[in-house]
């Protein structure tokens, strides 16, 4: 089967090197634009504009592409899966409309209100009048969301008022939602989803703020591991029919059959599950420890999935090991956009034991170490092990990823 995977970051590597280590022939792997760590293992098309529509849904017809899996957010929200679907190409990523699950708070709220699936108390805002009032109903902490995307930068939770008025007004034109505060810890948990019926796969934890014990501004994620022992046995079960299955359904509904990877962004109350953000795709970096858990072949589950037959793939099976991983990014991330410098030691990364590297961007989350092992601590141990090996000027990462788990 001829694949074509939409994307540049260390999401895609990590789907990629998923593809390879599940039997996928590399042969059969074309990345667009892809980076310079995924052209290592595959062909890479770089000069293709993963979010024109018309430009991927050209390419992949000239090049015979049986699957199209879309890694990040933009292409699907510009509606490049509906565009390659007209094609007649399978796609394993949501229409334009499906996406908007993650495009528009807003719209995401919609859908839980109408599925009845249990999430934070939020109100719609247009004006920083309206948020100050919605604060002030609130009360501290203050959560302050843009309704739109913002490349994982969107949100803020402070006690600190100002800074709560500060950032709405940065972000007031897209819209803002002010949210109830949640407490305890946080899940993704994955599915996959055919529009009709869905799969989960293993749960991860991502550690969102930039700096260690959770200081810092939020970030695209700095770090993530999998599983999570701690869960109740019956959580997986819990969330496919309180969330996944609802919000599925309700898309259908809606007449916006959602394919792909319905990502849920959980946390854990005392209350119960809620829910705080859907994402349209794969989420960075869980995937890289998700992923990296995976026995069963994953192109034929992304292909079933795409094709309306997820109720006839196998169950997605996940490796005993525990998966950590830890981004490397660049200096002022994700405040300041450092100039672009030199990474060396990435081969000597690689060669520790249990050791992955997936590769990203110059700039920004740079890259991240994905280590396997036994027990957390050996896959912690490994995973600082090799990104110890790993220099670049100004550059910095968490050095708590998974220490709680691992005690
Ligand atoms: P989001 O992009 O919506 O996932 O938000 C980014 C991060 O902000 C989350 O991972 C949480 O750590 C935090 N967050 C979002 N919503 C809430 C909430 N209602 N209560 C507490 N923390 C939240
Ligand atoms: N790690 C969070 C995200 O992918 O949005």
């Not at 895609?12 to 280590?21: F, G, M, P, Q, Y």
């Not at 394993?92 to 996406?99: N, R």
């Not at 740079?366 to 141990?381: D, M, P």
């Amino acid at each position: 089967m001829k694949i074509l995977v939409l994307g540049q970051g260390a999401r895609e590597h990590a789907i990629v090197k998923a593809l390879l280590r599940t039997g996928t022939d590399k042969n059969d792997i074309l990345v667009a634009p892809g980076n310079v760590g995924i052209a290592k293992q595959v062909l890479c098309e770089k000069n293709l504009d993963p979010t024109d529509p018309l430009e991927v849904s050209k390419f992949a017809l000239e090049r015979g592409i049986e699957l199209a899996i879309i890694g990040p957010e933009a292409p699907l929200v510009a509606g490049v899966s509906d565009a390659l679907r007209s094609q007649g190409i399978a796609v394993f990523g949501p229409s334009k409309l499906a996406a908007q699950l993650e495009g528009s708070k807003s719209f995401a709220k919609q859908v839980m209100a109408a599925a009845g699936v249990p999430t934070a108390m939020a109100r719609q805002c247009k004006t920083l009048a309206e948020v100050e009032q919605a604060m002030e109903d609130f009360g501290a902490p203050f959560v302050i969301k843009a309704d739109g995307l913002a490349a994982g930068k969107g949100v803020i939770v402070t006690d600190d008022s100002a800074a709560a008025l500060e950032h709405a007004a940065q972000f007031i034109e897209m819209g803002i939602l002010v949210e109830e505060y949640l407490s305890g810890p946080e899940v993704s948990l994955f599915f996959l989803s055919d529009g009709v019926s869905v799969m989960p796969l293993t749960p991860a934890q991502d550690f969102k703020r930039a700096f260690d014990y959770d200081l810092g501004p939020n970030t695209g994620g700095m770090g993530a591991y999998s599983p999570l022992p701690w869960l109740d046995e019956d959580f997986i079960q819990k969330v496919e029919e309180a969330v996944a299955l609802p919000t599925i359904q309700e898309l259908a509904r809606l007449g916006a059959p959602f394919v792909g990877l319905l990502y849920c962004g959980l946390i854990v109350t005392e209350r119960g599950i809620r829910v705080i953000e859907f994402n349209a795709r794969f989420g960075d970096p869980e995937t890289q420890v998700v992923l990296g858990r995976l026995i069963t072949p994953l192109d034929g589950l992304l292909y079933k999935a795409a094709t309306g037959h997820l109720d006839s793939a196998p169950e997605a099976q996940f490796s005993l090991d525990k998966a950590v991983t830890v981004v490397l990014a660049s200096e002022g991330y994700p405040t300041t956009q450092a100039e672009v410098r030199e990474v060396k030691g990435i081969e000597k990364a690689e060669r520790v034991t249990g050791v992955e590297v997936c590769y990203a961007s110059a700039v920004g989350r740079v890259l991240s170490v994905v280590a396997t092992g036994k027990s957390f601590k050996q896959a912690r141990k490994r995973a600082y092990k090799a990104i110890a090996k790993i220099k670049l000027e100004g550059s910095h990462y968490r050095h708590d990823i998974a220490a709680k788990v691992a005690e």
